[in-house]
């Protein structure tokens, strides 16, 4: 792959979901899909409701897997995926309209609607997240993974 962090960026910016793998107290692990946005391609950004099993998770333990990828069969190559470890977190007052603004443009870009602070503010039932990358991954034609730097 000659440019990795070209591809990793194309990767990303062609899905609107990603797998969110996390982990309660004890260690049992949960995997969901999530629609996501993105900023600089390091920082995920979506929508949930607390009581959910991965929010829950989240706040016993905030080290997650990502998993961004194409689900369309290939019968050969290797497979369009970008691995991420990260720190998660539900926003806090103080960030909370940037990752609305950045999860909203996203959206309101492919026709959804978007959300503003109040919806995601007590008692509105939802909350916005955020996943700061650590480490990004991608295979290569040895289905190994490999560390990629987006600079």
Do not use: K
């Not at 049992?28 to 920082?43: I, L, N, Q, S």
Request: net charge negative.
């Amino acid at each position: 792959m000659p440019d990795l962090a070209a591809h990793v960026r194309r990767i990303i910016d062609a899905h609107v979901y990603m797998t969110l793998a996390t982990a309660d107290a004890q260690g049992r692990p949960w995997a969901t899909p999530v629609w996501f946005a993105h900023e600089d391609h390091t920082r995920f950004v979506w929508v949930s409701r607390p009581e959910r099993r991965h929010s829950r998770n989240l706040a016993a333990r905030p080290h997650a897997g990502i998993v961004i990828f194409d689900s369309t069969p290939q019968p050969q190559g290797v497979p369009e995926a970008v691995y991420v470890d990260a720190e998660a977190e539900q926003v806090t007052e103080a960030d909370e309209e940037r990752c609305v603004e950045i999860f909203s443009r996203r959206s309101e870009t492919l026709g959804w609607p978007g959300v503003t602070v109040e919806d995601v503010r007590p008692p509105a039932a939802l909350r916005v997240y955020r996943a700061t990358a650590f480490a990004l991954f991608v295979l290569d034609e040895n289905d190994d993974r490999i560390a990629v730097e987006l600079g």
